[in-house]
């Protein structure tokens, strides 16, 4: 099985593929993890291009995968490569409120994470608009030729329906 899960920041694309990786025993994969460089000094330093299409090479190279992130432009091949692509459009009061929490947490050393600033954060929510307003449009066309295997989450209702299948 392959799976692919897009959505903004704070949608539940990491929640849900736990919890999918779980249920099916299959390996997920946080497409952050090869965006950025884990083991930079500060904040928000890319991984090279090279570095991290060969990283996502090795991913889609196995035989099953949960792939999760907010990227499209870079990651053809796993929309191409999925039996499923599950779309997180979740309402903005909801993922604005997970990112407040999920940074003050990690602020807190309650929960692990990238080192975020105030500056950080308040930015990711700004992106968060223009992901819901331009790129989630831009994701939407090039997913028009996968339309068989699309499925579109727009509330914590249908996705607890999904996990509870």
């Excluded at 949960?66 to 999925?82: K, L, M, N, P, R």
């Amino acid at each position: 099985m392959k799976v692919h899960i897009i959505g903004c920041s704070g949608s539940g694309k990491t929640y849900l593929a736990k919890l999918l990786s779980a249920k099916y025993n299959i390996p997920h994969f946080d497409l952050d993890d090869i965006q950025w460089h884990q083991n930079a000094v500060g904040y928000g330093v890319k991984m090279p291009v090279e570095k991290r299409n060969a990283l996502l090479q090795q991913i889609l190279l196995k035989e099953d995968w949960i792939i999760e992130g907010v990227y499209y432009a870079w990651v053809q091949q796993c929309f191409q490569d999925a039996d499923i692509i599950y779309v997180l459009d979740m309402p903005k009061y909801l993922y604005k409120s997970r990112i407040l929490k999920r940074s003050a947490k990690r602020l807190l050393g309650l929960e692990n994470g990238k080192k975020e600033t105030l500056r950080s954060v308040y930015n990711l929510l700004k992106w968060t608009d223009t992901f819901q307003k331009n790129n989630l449009k831009e994701i939407k066309r090039i997913l028009e030729k996968y339309k068989a295997k699309v499925v579109w989450i727009t509330s914590k209702k249908e996705l607890s329906e999904l996990i509870n299948e």
